[in-house]
């Protein structure tokens, strides 16, 4: 029991001595004052409204079934031309490699 008495003691000891420090008296003051209070309140809707802007970018598009269609008919029909694109763009280095070898040749006569 002597030991729980002491330690209480010790405690209070502790605690009226950290509340007697002059930095621990400013921080208290401070976060019991409306400039916390308004800082706080301040980050927080910051905070909430990035979290906003975060979901609506990541949230899915809201589309019609016609829409989602259409997208994905666009989409592969621009996959194609694509393949398109760099099949004629090899066959166009073909073509250029060939006239340049056709130049070489006339050059040599």
Known sequence: MAEDKNYKRSSAEIIAD???DERVRRSLEYLQGEE???????VRQEASKRLQDIRARYRPKKRTPETAARERELTLRLAEV???AAELRLRLSDLLEAEEKLRAELEEL
């Open 18 to 20: 950290l509340l007697s």
């Open 36 to 42: 916390f209070k308004a800082n706080r309140e301040r």
């Open 82 to 84: 694509e393949a398109e």
